[in-house]
């Protein structure tokens, strides 16, 4: 890859030698964005052709070739950098896309379990709300909230179960509250 630097370059023509260089230098640049993501293959083309070129300069041995060729290999080296740091931007840009692609789709399980929960627990409210309307239907009549928490709250009552009990609290409080609200 570095035989242009090398087979191009004419010998006592200044210019075209500077030409050469700009052309190489060129070629470098456009190659570092497309081959950034593979940095074995940027490091095949590039990096021959630059340090080819840089060696040629330097065989020539005066003062401007030499300078030259200390331009050229430092022009390789911040190539090398910026694609470096290109290919790292790739890299992590991929990366965070997989792995947010990952976390949405345990957000969605996540959300369907919530879902289907919730779905489980308003079906469970719904069957518990009914058997309350049906034991309220079949004692006959309708007791006031405070009724009720006086006859639960008497000397010598047998408590019930925990749930019953906390159902009828919860029905009782509701009822209160509806009373309070509707004379309000």
């Given amino acids: 890859m570095g035989i242009p ?6 010998e006592t023509h200044l210019p075209s030698q500077v030409f050469l260089a700009f052309v190489l230098g060129g070629m470098m640049l456009g190659g570092a964005p497309i081959l950034a993501a593979r940095p074995e293959a940027f490091l095949a083309f590039p990096v021959p052709m630059g340090l080819t070129t840089s060696l040629r300069f330097f065989v020539q041995g005066d003062e401007e070739h030499l300078a030259m060729g200390s331009l050229a290999i430092l022009f390789t080296i911040a190539t090398v950098l910026t694609t470096t ?45 009914a058997e309350l309307h049906q034991a309220v239907s079949l004692s006959g009549r ?11 709250n008497a000397p010598g009552r047998k408590s019930t179960s925990g749930t019953r009990r906390n159902c009828r609290q919860s029905v009782s409080w509701r009822e209160e509250s509806r009373t309070i609200l509707t004379t309000s």
């Fill in 85 to 129: 740091r290109i290919y790292r931007t790739i890299d992590a840009g991929l990366r965070l896309r997989f792995e947010n692609k990952d976390l949405l789709s345990d957000l969605k399980i996540e959300k369907d379990r919530v879902d289907a929960l919730n779905q489980k627990l308003e079906h469970h409210v719904e069957e518990r709300t």
């Fill in 142 to 152: 309708k007791k006031s909230p405070s009724e009720k928490v006086r006859k639960k």
């Fill in 5 to 10: 630097g090398i087979c191009l370059y004419p």
